[in-house]
């Protein structure tokens, strides 16, 4: 029995050979990797492109970095000699309907006149009447300062007059550098301009166009625009142009406007990012009050004064993303401060392409846990650590981190690791699933699959039972039917004989000819295993009755089993070479269990346990005390024991059989082989004839003087 074990074929071999972990750490060593590249290579081609689709979910999930900078208290101020007059509701009700007669709007620009400068976000182009206009004209010249405002159109009627042209040409930037011969800086054809008298008083002039993002909101500023050749600066850059009395320098190339350096300011690309600050906080002033008296004109000497329209009537109003509603003189006053403050936006991209290889890494560490909770938990510490990191940098270093694209293939990184997670643990239950479906019962199964880390393949040291069957005869059975017959019979016994074990949590080790072995307490925990081993025993014999009943119907020979148990400790996993191995356990109590089952034989008995199993057993089996052997190879004997049917006539026989093992024991074997005879005669009972014969043998030639009624086996 136990050469057969050692030289036997099992089918669990090739299963378990797929269970390797390597073999399913395949696809993730190949997959993982790819989708980092891809993950990273999209972030950084959607950061550097920026679609419109996706620029439409980027920006407003940017914007809340300006509501929580402002519920810290971190938002920017305006610059402090910086005002903004309005023309709002309370000027509209006093003075009426805009636009106001122009000597009203000349007593504006006298009352500004001490005012470092003045800039206009309004537009005079149509002639009012001489007076109007001469008394407008003559208030700006007179006050010195007043930056005229303008703007441009994409279509229009009639085209840039020659004086008009004059005007701008002189307001225009002067050092121009181009990198080639094409500028790829935004050209207008038309523009709507002051009256003539109106321009010629300003100090300068700058546009006020500005141009939404794709959701609609003004989140930039643009710095100058071409017009018939000229470059023009916008109503701020030109504030701050000559706030500072210096010339900005421009370099352009096909791609647009390269560089702005304007003093200290240095800006790339033809727009500034707006760094907006709190709204209720803007120094505002009623235009009402100017043209009143009510705030002498000292009130604004050496101030940086903006003009504009707030009167939402008027519809001079603007969405951003600190307001829904935002007069547009705001965005020139934000710009300009920013400017002058040096309180730029500014984007960095190396730093934002880092954050996103290092969240991808982070999210490739965290796809690496095990149990889903805690992978969620920690792709969501990423997203608040990416949000949180976003608003550090804005707030301490006005660094604008573009957090969308660094999220955005995040999510598709760690979406690729979940789905691969998912189907690896399809690929790894799969495999569980036929691996051990007909080697455990569905319901261990079923928990196997339910949570996959209680399985333990690895080579690990545990307490488990051990069940040996084997069919008697059957050697010479093989050699009374043919081929396809015993092929039959031994499908027809093996089938419920494992089914039994199934039913019992037991785990099929293998096959062996006609022999089985199985495992309880492996590979998942079962407490009561020693019971559910002997249970299996039961299970296995009571088998034999429908067995034989079938065979006997297709004219086959009748089977007997033996079945040996034993509980002990076990070396239990995969086991074998790289090319084949198996799930099994092996140790000294596997082989006891084997031999006990050959003790099967000698006692004359279907199952055997051992005193380890015995000691162990908590349900009330019938058990008889059998012997005390000592197996081959081994010095300390073991009380074995045989489960009996607990039916008809067995406790009876128990009780005989053991009041005569007690006289054997004792080397009375004179009295013994009268019990045991007596037994055999009464019943038939098997294990009471061995009893017998051995006790007639020691009657006739008595053992040694140092007996210790312990049988010695002197073959496996």
């Known amino acids: 029995m136990h050469r057969r074990h050692l030289v036997a074929a099992t089918p669990v071999n090739a299963v378990f050979c797929d269970l390797r972990e390597g073999d399913i750490k ?89 005012a470092r400068l003045v800039g206009l ?47 701008l040409a002189e307001w225009g930037f002067r050092d121009i550098r181009s990198a080639g ?14 009256l003539p008298e109106i321009n010629a008083g300003a100090l300068a002039g700058g546009f006020f166009n500005a141009e939404p993002d794709p959701d609609g909101l003004y989140r930039r500023y643009p710095i100058a625009y071409l017009h018939q050749g ?42 500034l990012r707006l760094n907006y600050g709190s709204l209720a906080a803007a120094p505002l002033v009623s235009a009402v009050d100017i043209i009143d008296g009510t ?6 000497r050496d101030k940086l004064v903006l003009v504009g329209v707030t009167e939402v009537g008027i519809f001079d109003l603007r969405p951003t993303p600190v307001a829904a509603v935002t007069p547009g003189v705001w965005l020139h006053a934000t710009a300009l401060s920013n400017l002058l403050e040096g309180r730029l936006l500014r984007t960095a991209p190396f730093l934002d392409l880092t954050l996103l290889a290092l969240t991808l890494l982070l999210a490739w560490a965290a796809g690496r846990q095990r149990r889903i909770g805690a992978r969620v938990a920690t792709y969501l510490l990423l997203v608040f650590g990416v949000l949180a990191a976003a608003n550090a940098l804005l707030i301490g270093a006005d660094l604008w981190t573009r957090e969308f694209y660094i999220l955005f293939p995040f999510f598709l990184f760690a979406t690729a690791l979940e789905t691969e997670s998912f189907v690896q643990t399809e690929l790894r239950a799969g495999q569980l699933k036929r691996a051990f479906t007909s ?18 393949l690895g080579g690990v040291e545990r307490e488990v039972s051990i069940l040996f069957s084997d069919i008697r005869g059957f050697t010479s059975l093989s050699e009374k039917v043919t081929a396809p017959q015993l092929v039959q019979m031994l499908n027809q016994i093996h089938d419920p004989m494992t089914q039994v074990v199934l039913q019992q949590r037991g785990m099929l080790d293998k096959y062996i000819g006609d022999a089985m072995m199985a495992l309880f307490n492996t590979p998942l925990h079962v407490e009561d295993h020693p019971d559910r081993a002997v249970a299996s025993a039961l299970g296995i014999v009571a088998c034999l009755k429908e067995i034989n009943a079938g065979f006997e119907r297709l004219d086959l020979p009748q089977i007997d089993v033996g079945v040996g148990v034993n509980t002990g400790g076990c070396i239990v996993g995969n086991m074998g070479s790289k090319v084949r191995f198996e799930y099994t356990a092996i140790g000294d109590a596997v082989n006891l269990a084997s031999r006990l089952e050959g003790l099967c034989k000698v006692y004359r008995v279907r199952i055997v346990i051992s005193e380890f199993t015995h000691d ?14 000592r197996v081959k190879g081994k010095h300390l004997p073991v009380a074995i024991y045989e489960v009996m049917a607990d039916e008809g006539n067995n406790r009876s026989r128990k009780e005989e ?18 019990r045991f005879g007596a037994l055999v005669a009464a019943t038939g009972d098997p294990p009471a004839a061995v009893f017998l014969d051995r006790c007639q043998a020691f009657v006739q030639t008595p053992p040694p003087a140092d007996w210790d009624g312990v049988f010695d086996l002197q073959s496996k």
């Open 616 to 629: 162990r057993l908590a349900a009330p089996f019938l058990v008889r005390l059998l012997d005390r052997v």
């Open 439 to 456: 080697y455990v019962s569905p319901e261990v199964v079923r928990e196997i699959l339910e949570d996959p880390d209680k399985l333990d």
């Open 26 to 114: 395949r696809l993730e060593n190949r997959f993982r990797p790819l989708a980092f590249l891809l993950a990273l290579v999209l972030g950084a081609l959607c950061y550097f492109w920026d679609p419109s689709l996706l620029a439409r979910f980027a920006l407003p999930l940017e914007d809340c970095k300006f509501a929580v900078r402002e519920s810290l208290g971190q938002q920017p101020v305006l610059r402090p000699n910086l005002v903004i007059v309005t023309v709002d509701e309370r000027s509209i009700n006093q003075l009426g309907r805009w636009p106001w007669n122009r000597k009203v709007l000349a007593k504006l620009m006298l009352g500004l006149g001490q």
């Open 230 to 271: 000229f470059a023009l600066p916008s109503l701020a850059v030109q504030m701050a142009r000559y706030d500072l009395d210096r010339e900005p320098v421009l370099s352009i190339d096909s791609g647009g406007l390269l560089s702005f350096v304007l003093g200290d300011v240095k800006l790339s690309g033809s727009s």
């Open 181 to 194: 011969g094409v500028t790829g800086l935004k050209d207008f054809n038309f523009v709507e301009t002051n």
């Open 657 to 674: 059989f053991e009041s005569a093992l007690e006289l054997y024991f004792k080397a009375d074997f004179a009295c013994a082989a009268q």
């Open 295 to 300: 705030l002498p004109p000292e009130f604004f």
């Open 121 to 167: 976000d309004m537009i005079f182009a149509d002639v009012a009447d001489a007076d109007q206009d001469t008394a407008l004209a003559a208030a700006i010249e007179e006050a010195g300062n007043v930056v005229a405002g303008f703007f441009f159109r994409s279509q229009a009627t009639t085209w840039t007059s020659e004086a008009d042209l004059d005007h």
